[in-house]
Every structure is written in C-alpha cells, then in structure tokens.
C-alpha cells in the first residue's frame, strides 16, 4: 500500500472515531448535543407528562377533606342520646307525679314553731317491725322525729309477675301535747311508691294507660307512663291528716282512748317515745312512730 492510501485510511478511521459519536456523561457539551439530537426521546417521554398529572393529583390531598367531615358528622353518639328521651319519665330518682301541697298544720305551733318534717321508712307490701312496749311518762310536748309506714301493694300489681317496687319515699310532721288527762295529736304523713310492671302485664291489660286506669279509682293520686320497651312505670302516692283530742290513760305498756277505746303500745326511751296502733276491730295506724320531746 502507498503512502496516500495509508494517508487516506488513516482519515477515514480518525473519522470513524470521532469523540462525538460516543455517550460520554461526563462531557456537558456531548449531553447537550444528545439532548438536541434526541428529539425522539422528548417526544416519547409522556410519562413525564403522566407524572406531573400525578403531581396535579392533589385529589388525594382533597380527598380527605372532602370524606373527613362525614366522620364528624356520622357518629351517631351525637343522636343516639335519643335513647336518654325516651322513658316518658325522668330516669332520675325523682317523682312522675306533681308536686303536693300538704297546706298547713291543723294548729299554731305557738312559741315552738311548726314542727319540720322527717323522714319515714316506708315498708311497701311489708311490715314494720313492733314497738317493744315498755311504758314509762308520757306527760310533755312531742313532735314526731321518725317513724315507719306500711304500704299494701295494689292487688293489680300482685297478679303480674316481674312486677316490683323500683323507689318509696315517705315523710310526716307533727306534734302530739299529753297533758294530766287529755292527749291531742296534729300531724300529716305523705308517702309515695314507684312500681316497675313489665311488658308482658301492661300488653295484656291494654297498656300503661290501661293500667292507670285500673289503679287511680283506689289510689286517685297515682300515674302510669311509658318507661321505653313496652314497660311501664306506675307511681302511687296516700297522704293523711290526723287531728284529734281525747281523754287518756296509761296502763304499764300502754296509752288507752277513754272515748274511742284506742290503743298503743308505747316506750319511753330518754327523750323519745315510740308509740304503734295496736286496737282491735278498727283500722290501725299504718306503723310506728317516734316522737322526741320538745317541752315538759
């Protein structure tokens, strides 16, 4: 081979091995010059396109805003307490029926004042436990501090079974004056019951209503409402006045009416007497009683 044609091959392999034929990724102007030659590639890169969509996607930053206040809005806790309303009577202990006026006391209560009222324990479809008579001086101003009442259920109450008493309350004021020969009582009780009466009994009587009905043409203060579930809750209320003088006696265990042939056990304790309607042949009493002196 001659000198021009190795020349000549010489240039053409120079040629052929021209830096910028290579992929050199250190080299800035050779990306830029891969940059510009491949337009193909730009055009085939949608997905950058596709990308910067999901960039745009901030749907799902207001998504959750969008779904977040159902969760604010969806907890029933905010209407369930619908539930609370729905026993037609309060839930707490307190009475479904009106407010009493019991009026005032039957006499003045002079330099003493009225006597206050107390508490009573009410025994409702049971009884209270006896007096223990044992005499003693009766003679003084008492007013009652205490006592117990017994309470007949209604028989229409007996004859459901599951029926119970859920709440009693009772309370008295009064004061009783022994003079030498003459006793005189003043006084008022108020007791009230609640009872529980399951479905099944109101549903065969035709409802609380139905039940109310049955109960008031004994026991007028009384009421029955809805208590949620078909139950029923009843409440009954008696009340009394007594006022009264009689001539009496005192035997070792006993006050005796010289009129009305009344009797009471009674016991001196201290300060206190306890005192239980014992007569036979007449309505008693409903229970002990105990009153705390006031003046001799």
């Not at 209604?154 to 003079?179: D, E, H, K, N, T």
């Not at 609380?208 to 139950?231: F, K, M, T, W, Y």
């Not at 009471?264 to 007569?279: A, K, P, Q």
């Amino acid at each position: 081979m001659g000198p021009t044609a190795r020349l000549a091959l010489l240039a053409s392999l120079i040629s052929a091995c021209n830096p910028s034929s290579f992929d050199y990724p250190f080299d800035a102007a050779t990306d830029a010059a891969t940059s510009a030659d491949a337009p193909a590639t730009a055009t085939d890169a949608p997905p950058a396109i596709d990308v910067q969509v999901a960039a745009d996607v901030p749907p799902t930053v207001d998504v959750p805003p969008a779904d977040v206040p159902p969760s604010v809005d969806v907890p029933p806790a905010v209407d369930v307490p619908v539930a609370i309303d729905v026993p037609t009577a309060p839930t707490d202990a307190g009475s479904i029926l009106p407010p009493r006026d019991a009026g005032p006391l039957p006499f003045d209560g002079g330099t003493l004042g009225d006597p206050s009222w107390v508490s009573l324990d009410v025994r409702v479809g049971g009884t209270c436990a006896p007096v223990a008579a044992c005499g003693g001086p009766v003679l003084g101003t008492w007013d009652v501090s205490g006592g117990c009442i017994e309470v007949p259920l209604p028989s229409q109450f007996m004859l459901c079974p599951g029926a119970r008493v859920s709440r009693s309350a009772g309370r008295a004021r009064g004061r009783v004056i022994f003079a030498p020969t003459i006793a005189y009582r003043a006084s008022q009780w108020e007791v009230e019951a609640e009872l529980f009466v399951p479905q099944t009994c109101a549903t065969i009587v035709g409802g609380c209503s139905a039940i109310e009905g049955l109960v008031r043409p004994g026991l007028p203060d009384s009421r029955c409402v809805s208590e949620g579930a078909g139950n029923c809750r009843c409440a009954v209320r008696q009340s009394g006045t007594i006022n009264d003088g009689d001539a009496y006696t005192t035997t070792s265990t006993q006050i005796v009416s010289t009129l009305s042939g009344r009797r009471w056990d009674y016991c001196v304790t201290g300060e206190r007497i306890r005192y239980n309607d014992t007569s036979a042949g007449a309505v008693r009493e409903p229970g002990p009683i105990q009153l705390t002196r006031r003046a001799p």
